[in-house]
């Protein structure tokens, strides 16, 4: 602790005595050079102590924005305005409260909607009813858009035509929307459909296809949009690919997730293909089989029939035996009986009925391909094989796993070898690059105070500059002297004499002589001729 003491002391004795060592002149320039610096620092702190602005709203229009500036004022809040007055800016602070306190009283407004039948005017007719409609409609339908995802702003035209008595010269209900995307992002054609949809059926008469919308680029979005009900081959081949897309995009993650676990990161590239069978397909079979157990009869029919009949004889022709004086002869009797039998019977047959539907999206195993390339210097640290051979076997064996790929299945002809491509390559490596070292002039050109140290060292050379071209001006005009600070303030200060006090006392010697030399040349050329001659002939003794 002594020894900081004693430090400190002797370095404020030096300091105390370079400082009576400074002429006056000198010491009146330090002085102003570090009340410079002084009021920079403090500038700087000061401005780095104050809030930064950030955005409360952008694009406003007029009437909002006057709103606005009309409330901050009221609420006594710091603003900027920036882009014509379109946006306002505020304290970071007091960016999210602001926006609150403004939300409770229902600003910004943007486009006006039914609030405007809030306030009736006397002597309104019809037609200005029908027009206060229209617009009360486009505003709240311009609310609902930009509640949307992507939808930073929107502003909707219908353009309702006037009845006719004559439905054929009727024109059909059209409407516009024009919208302004956040960061300038594409919307899909799912939200341009809901765009499209809610605006028609908002407004009464409108059809969907008389619906245009148009983005802050000029682009039309609802060309080639499929509506509710209708067909497109475009929309549709568009919505397979996607599904396609997705599908690789998930094998390829699997695979390539299960190779950085084997091989490290970065040292194996999976790229999958595959096609996907959208046609739509009902298939119906029928089998007839025979039951082993025997058969089973279905339906059955037995008919029986059965009859028995008695009768006499008759006697025999002739007189002996039809006249009754004649001796009686035994007429006798006889019976007869019939049966009938008939049986039918039906015998099912066995059948199965199969209705197979095949779901649209099912993969075509037969043309699924993987391509794998795998870096060797990956590969040699892997236990996977001491050949590329046995390496490519085993890999691909995990990528037939991870692509549901199987060898021997039904219908399908699918080899690994075929289906699944593995090559070992060296992976080139980017060069790292050589650390860039800055200098104290780069540091410096890099730093954010450089404006702020050309502007000092500009005022101190511009003072320097006035205090002596005012000195040589009243030295020219013949004014008397000044005493005091002034004198000393406004001398000259020679650049020959700084140029002096910075050499060593033999360049001081030399430039003696030399000043010497040079004014005798000047007073007596001859003289001059003479000494040279002089120095030259002792040289050559």
């Not at 390829?252 to 091989?263: E, G, N, R, W």
Request: proline share 3%; glycine share 6%.
């Amino acid at each position: 602790m002594d020894s900081f003491v004693n430090m400190f002391k002797q370095s404020a004795g030096q300091a105390r005595e370079s400082w009576l060592k400074l002429s006056l002149n000198q010491k009146v320039l330090a002085a102003g050079a570090a009340l410079f610096l002084l009021s920079t620092l403090i500038f700087l702190v000061k401005q780095s102590g104050e809030s930064k602005f950030e955005v409360l709203y952008t694009d406003l229009n007029q009437k909002d924005a006057a709103a606005i500036v009309e409330k901050l004022d009221e609420e006594k809040i710091r603003y900027q305005l920036m882009d014509n007055g379109s946006t306002i800016m505020v304290p970071t602070e007091v960016k999210y409260t602001t926006r609150l306190k403004l939300a409770s009283v229902d600003l910004p407004q943007g486009e006006v909607g039914f609030e405007l039948f809030q306030e009736s005017n006397f002597g309104e007719t019809q037609t200005d009813k029908k027009v206060k409609y229209r617009e009360a409609l486009q505003g709240e339908l311009a609310r609902t858009i930009q509640r949307l995802d992507n939808v930073q702003a929107a502003k909707v035209n219908i353009a309702i035509p006037e009845q006719s008595l004559f439905t054929d010269n009727e024109e059909p209900t059209k409407a516009s929307v024009v919208v302004n995307t956040i960061n300038g992002a594409a919307l899909g054609s799912k939200e341009v459909r809901s765009i499209i949809n809610l605006v028609a059926n908002s407004v009464e008469g409108l059809d969907p296809e008389n619906v245009v919308i148009v983005d802050q680029y000029g682009t039309l979005l609802s060309d080639g949009v499929v509506l509710s009900g209708e067909g497109n081959s475009t929309e549709l081949l568009r919505m397979q690919m996607e599904l396609q897309r997705a599908y690789e995009s998930a094998k390829q993650t699997a695979i390539q997730t299960m190779l950085d676990k084997t091989l490290g990161k970065d040292n194996s590239v999976v790229r999958v293909n595959v096609e996907l069978n959208f046609n739509s397909v009902q298939e119906t079979s029928e089998k007839y089989s025979h039951d082993p157990d025997g058969p089973f009869i279905r339906s059955e029919q037995i008919i029986k029939e059965s009859s028995t009949n008695s009768s006499e004889t008759a006697g025999v022709p002739g007189t002996d035996t039809n006249i009754p004086q004649y001796q009686e002869v035994d007429t006798g009797s006889g019976s007869s009986s019939y049966d009938k039998s008939d049986e039918t019977s039906n015998y099912e047959i066995n059948k199965t009925e199969t209705l197979t539907q095949y779901a649209l999206g099912d993969v075509k195993y037969d043309y699924l391909t993987a391509s794998v390339f795998v870096d060797n210097e990956g590969a040699s640290k892997a236990n996977l094989g001491e050949t590329n051979e046995e390496r490519a076997q085993k890999i691909r064996n995990i990528v037939a796993a991870a692509c549901g790929l199987r060898e021997n299945r039904s219908d399908e002809n699918v080899s690994l070898d075929e289906n699944i491509s593995v090559e070992f390559i060296d992976f080139y490596t980017e060069p790292e690059p050589e650390p860039v070292t800055l200098s104290w002039l780069d540091k410096l050109m890099a730093s954010p105070l450089l404006p702020y140290l050309f502007a000092g060292f500009a005022l101190l050379l511009l003072t320097i500059i006035i205090l002596a071209t005012r000195k040589n001006r009243e030295v020219l005009e013949g004014k008397p002297a000044r005493n005091g600070f002034d004198a000393t303030v406004g001398e000259e200060i020679s650049m020959q004499e700084l140029v002096e006090k910075a050499l060593t006392p033999e360049e001081k010697e030399r430039q003696k002589i030399k000043d010497e030399i040079e004014n005798l040349i000047d007073k007596s050329p001859e003289a001059a001729a003479q000494v040279v001659k002089a120095w030259l002939l002792d040289d050559q003794r």
